[in-house]
């Protein structure tokens, strides 16, 4: 969950790769660092804290070197500190590394080394990579040298590793490998850009190079080289990325979270897309699913973390209201150890925003290995876990930056609905009205987000009436409880505020015993078949004492609850989409009363790369 970036050009190198790693933060920032070739040797600089610390290092603005590499870091193996910052040396200060991953068994390289003379100044596990490299290196005997000395040195790593080597005995050179962490190259007007994600370099260039694993690449002035894992040369496609350059800057909102909250309605209706209109069947050519195939399928598995796993519980609704075959949906840290029973009757679909989810992508190895057929929905173009799976769809959600996902959630709720009305067409498991009018509320959902939106400011207020509490509960049953469990989970990770998600019908079997004088219960409650029963669960709590906060798209104005936030009406199954958006709000307006930094929650990164 580091970021890492590099530059390889005509420009000074600092500037750019500050700015790549400025970025980059949102994937760790508890330390930065870069390195860069100063008339043939490596210079590094680095610190704990923030990338912007860097600028405070002596001496940074006298770099003029043309090639370097760069780090901000999410702890993983050491302390936050000077020495476990990237980037690494070996010890004869000959090769320069940044990593981004883990490898698993640094312990067994690092008694490796020992044995061999070699002794280190860090905890971390990266720091075995550039000595490995400079062992194999002196005993290489290839005209090849530096990239075999990095071909040897990174077969021998288990785990997961992106990285970015420099040599002093090629100070014109750049070697980058990935293997199961995210790395790509773009193809600039004065150089070659490096970086763990796109959008970190889209004021650059729209062209890309998507590494795969254990593709060797050595990038030299404006030459650039492609190798195999047996080190034989190929050529490799260059891709072009649609994305703006203005996808991923604030454009004059104060955090990314609040900005990505308000891109909502283009991020569905690009979503959409071509993908549904009224009167045609639903376009998936990109993966074309038969229906000899889909009607072999007797249970659908969703897989996910975080709220990509929350948006699979919706899709499990949309898929067994609309398709008939029943579905489980599993965290995927969970699912990958619990042997599940999958095969090739089963069809598993694994969300994530990022495409690089560790505990994700391994499950889906898993469920290719159990003979099943795999689709990955994602955000990332050619991300990791797109090019393991058999099937991929997009969201089109644009650059997602805030650590909190907003847009990605509600993208790929669309999503997934729409992938269930396609599945239910070539099935014929619904009359035709049915699709026809799920395939309206769809359309209109756009603009219906836009009525969710106007809800900010009484969000801002209620935040100010609650931003210093410390529990809270959020309630619902069906749909509702999946909000329910989104709306928590954004709470804590951006405000800090301890809080629980029920479903409503839950409450008596145990928990409304923490019910007491003045505590929040936000309730979320837009399916009128389960409105009476939801109405006693809030009552039950008022009884209790509980402040109540509701989101509903139905006319309570009889029911005398305070704090009801109206959000417009559309098919319960779809309403997820128009509830969150409260819930989105109100977590961020907390955040903000209490001063905290939205876009960067302490502890955690925006890509999960670790298990
Ligand atoms: O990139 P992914 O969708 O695979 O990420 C999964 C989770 O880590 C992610 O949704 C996380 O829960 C978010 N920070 C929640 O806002």
């Not at 920032?29 to 008339?39: R, T």
């Not at 004065?190 to 650059?204: N, V, W």
């Not at 309206?440 to 009525?451: A, F, G, R």
Request: charged content about 25%; some cysteine; glycine content about 6%.
């Amino acid at each position: 969950m580091c970021g890492i970036v590099g530059y390889v050009g005509t420009k000074k190198a600092y500037p750019i790769l500050i700015n790549g790693l400025t970025a980059l933060e949102y994937r760790g920032y508890d330390s930065a660092g870069i390195a860069s070739m100063e008339n043939g040797k490596i210079c590094v600089m680095k610190d704990k804290g923030r990338v912007s610390n860097l600028n405070n290092i002596p001496g940074l603005n006298d770099l003029t070197g043309t090639i370097g590499i760069a780090h901000t870091r999410w702890a993983t193996h050491g302390m936050p500190s000077k020495e476990n910052s990237h980037p690494h040396m070996d010890n004869s200060e000959t090769f320069a590394v940044v990593h981004n991953g883990i490898i698993e068994n640094y312990n067994e390289l690092k008694a490796f080394l020992s044995d061999n003379g070699y002794h280190f100044l860090s905890q971390t596990d990266t720091e075995v990579i550039p000595n490995l490299i400079h062992y194999y290196f002196s005993k290489e005997t290839s005209d090849n040298k530096f990239l075999a000395a990095v071909q040897k040195a990174t077969a021998d790593l288990k785990g997961s590793f992106a990285i970015e080597v420099l040599s002093n005995l090629y100070p014109d050179k750049m070697i980058v490998v990935r293997k199961d962490s995210p790395l790509v190259i773009g193809k600039g007007s004065e150089g070659f850009h490096i970086a763990s994600d796109i959008p970190a370099l889209l004021e650059y260039t729209r062209d890309f190079y998507l590494l795969n694993d254990y593709e060797y690449t050595v990038i030299e002035n404006s030459s650039i080289k492609f190798y195999d894992k047996n080190l034989v040369e190929h050529e490799k496609e260059i891709k072009n990325i649609e994305w703006a350059a203005s996808a991923a800057e604030k454009n004059g909102f104060d955090d990314y979270m609040l900005k990505e909250i308000h891109e909502q309605p283009t991020a569905i209706r690009e979503t959409i897309g071509s993908r549904l209109k009224l009167g045609e069947a639903c376009n998936f050519s990109d993966i074309n699913i038969s229906k000899e195939y889909l009607s072999t399928i007797n249970k659908i598995f969703i897989v996910a973390c975080g709220t990509a796993m929350h948006a699979g519980l919706t899709g499990k609704k949309f898929i067994e209201n609309l398709c008939n075959i029943p579905v489980e949906v599993d965290v995927a840290s969970e699912f990958r150890y619990r042997n599940p029973i999958v095969n090739e009757k089963s069809l598993c679909i694994f969300i994530s925003q990022s495409g690089e989810t560790a505990d994700t992508i391994a499950a889906l190895k898993l469920c290719r290995e159990k003979g099943a057929k795999t689709l990955a929905v994602s955000n990332v173009i050619g991300s990791s876990i797109t090019r393991e799976a058999d099937y991929t769809i997009y969201t089109h959600a644009g650059p997602e930056i805030a650590v909190a996902s907003t847009k990605a959630y509600t993208s790929q709720v669309v999503l997934l609905g729409i992938l269930a009305v396609y599945f239910a067409e070539i099935l014929e498991s619904v009359d035709t009205e049915t699709i026809n009018n799920i395939k309206k509320d769809i359309l209109e959902l756009p603009s219906k987000i836009e009525t969710s939106l106007k809800t900010a400011d009484q969000m801002k207020e209620l935040a100010k009436k609650i931003y210093t509490e410390k529990d809270m509960f959020f309630i619902g049953r069906g749909v509702d409880y999946n909000v329910a469990l989104e709306g928590s989970l954004k709470l804590k990770e951006i405000s800090y505020i301890h809080s629980e998600a029920y479903a409503s019908g839950e409450l008596k079997h145990g928990p409304i015993a923490l019910i007491e004088k003045g505590i929040t219960v936000i309730s979320i409650l837009t399916d009128e078949a389960l409105v009476e029963k939801s109405i006693s669960n809030i009552q039950e709590v008022i009884t209790r004492g509980a402040k109540t906060i509701i989101i509903t798209n139905l006319d309570l104005s009889n029911a005398g609850f305070e704090n009801v936030v109206k959000v417009e009406e559309t098919n319960p199954l779809l309403s997820p989409i128009l509830s969150v958006i409260p819930l989105q709000l109100l977590s961020y307006y907390i955040s903000k009363e209490k001063g905290l930094d939205v876009d960067k929650p302490r502890n955690l990164a925006k890509s999960v790369t670790v298990e």
